[in-house]
C-alpha cells in the first residue's frame, strides 16, 4: 500500500511539473495560438459545466470499451488457437500480417463506404484496426507455454475447461495485460480519427470542429480531458489487476 501510494504521488509531482512547464512555455512564447495551462484548464471548466463535454466524452469511451472487448476477446481466442494448432497458424498468418500493415486510416474509409456513416462501422474499424496486435501477443504467449505443465494436466486428466483455466490462463497473463494496455493506448487513437473522418458526436468529431474554428484552447481541453479519462483507468484499473494477476510470480 505504501508503495503504491509513492507511486501515486510520483504521478501526481510529475504532472504538476509538467503544468508548470507548460504554463511557463506559454507566458514565454505569449501566443494564441499556444494557450497556457490555466487558460486551458478554465475552458476544460466552462465545458464540463456549461458545455457538451460530458456528452462528447461519453459517446467515445462507448466506442473505445466496445472496439476494445471486441478485438481484445476475439484477439485473444484467435491468437491462442493459432498457438496451438499449428495448421491454423500456417493457414492465416498471412492474414494477420496483412491487418497488421494495413493502416487504420484505411480500414476507418472502406468500412465507412462499404456500411455508411454509422457506430457499427466506426467501432468494427477500430477493432479490426486492433486485433491483429492482440493475435500476435497472445499467439508468442501461447507458443512459449511450459509444455511440462501441460503434460502434468494430462497425467491428472484435469480436462479441456480446468487446464485453460489452471494452467494455461495463469501463463498467458502477462500476454493478456500487455495486449490489455497497448491496445487502449492504441485504440482511444483510431476512434479520435474514426469520429473526426464521420462521426457527429464524441472527442474527434469536436476537435475537428475547433480546429476548423481555431479554438486551440477548447482543442486541448477537449483532448485533455480524454487523456485524463484513460490515464485514471490505466491506473486504477489496469495497474492493480496486473498486480494481481501477477502476484504468483512472488
Same mark, same amino acid.
Given at each position: 500500500?505504501? %508503495?503504491?501510494? @509513492?507511486? &501515486?504521488?510520483? %504521478? /501526481? $509531482?510529475s504532472l504538476l511539473l509538467l503544468l508548470t512547464f507548460w504554463e511557463a512555455a506559454a507566458r514565454l512564447v505569449h501566443s494564441r495560438l499556444f494557450p497556457g495551462a490555466g487558460t486551458v484548464l478554465d /475552458?476544460?471548466?466552462d465545458e464540463t459545466v456549461h458545455g457538451e463535454l460530458l456528452h462528447h466524452l461519453g459517446a467515445t469511451l462507448l %466506442? #473505445? /470499451?466496445?472496439?476494445?472487448? +471486441?478485438? #481484445?476477446?476475439a484477439g485473444a481466442v484467435i491468437g491462442i488457437a493459432m498457438g496451438l494448432v499449428r495448421w491454423l497458424d500456417a493457414l492465416?498468418? !498471412?492474414?494477420? &500480417?496483412l491487418l497488421l500493415?494495413?493502416?487504420?486510416? &484505411? $480500414? @476507418?474509409?472502406?468500412l465507412y463506404v462499404w456500411f455508411g456513416l454509422t457506430d457499427v462501422a466506426a467501432i468494427t474499424a477500430v477493432a &479490426? !484496426?486492433? +486485433?491483429p496486435a492482440v493475435v500476435v501477443t497472445l499467439r508468442e504467449g501461447t507458443r512459449a507455454l511450459d509444455c511440462d505443465l501441460a503434460g502434468m494436466a494430462r497425467s491428472f486428466h484435469l480436462g479441456a475447461w480446468r487446464t485453460l483455466r489452471h494452467v494455461i490462463l495463469p501463463q498467458l497473463s502477462p500476454y493478456l495485460l500487455v495486449a490489455a494496455r497497448s491496445g487502449l493506448a492504441l485504440i482511444w487513437k483510431i476512434v479520435l480519427v474514426v469520429e473526426l473522418l464521420g462521426r457527429p458526436d464524441? $472527442?474527434?468529431?469536436?476537435i475537428q470542429v475547433f480546429f476548423q474554428l481555431f479554438d486551440i484552447k477548447r482543442l486541448i481541453a477537449y483532448a485533455l480531458a480524454f487523456v485524463a479519462v484513460v490515464l485514471a483507468i490505466e491506473w486504477c484499473i489496469l495497474l492493480?489487476?496486473?498486480r494481481r494477476l501477477l502476484k504468483w510470480r512472488g
Open positions: 500500500m505504501a %508503495r503504491f501510494s @509513492a507511486a &501515486v504521488a510520483g %504521478r /501526481a $509531482i /475552458a476544460l471548466f %466506442r #473505445v /470499451a466496445v472496439a476494445f472487448a +471486441l478485438a #481484445v476477446v492465416f498468418d !498471412s492474414w494477420v &500480417v500493415n494495413l493502416p487504420a486510416l &484505411v $480500414i @476507418a474509409v472502406l &479490426v !484496426s486492433k +486485433l464524441g $472527442i474527434g468529431y469536436e492493480p489487476l496486473e
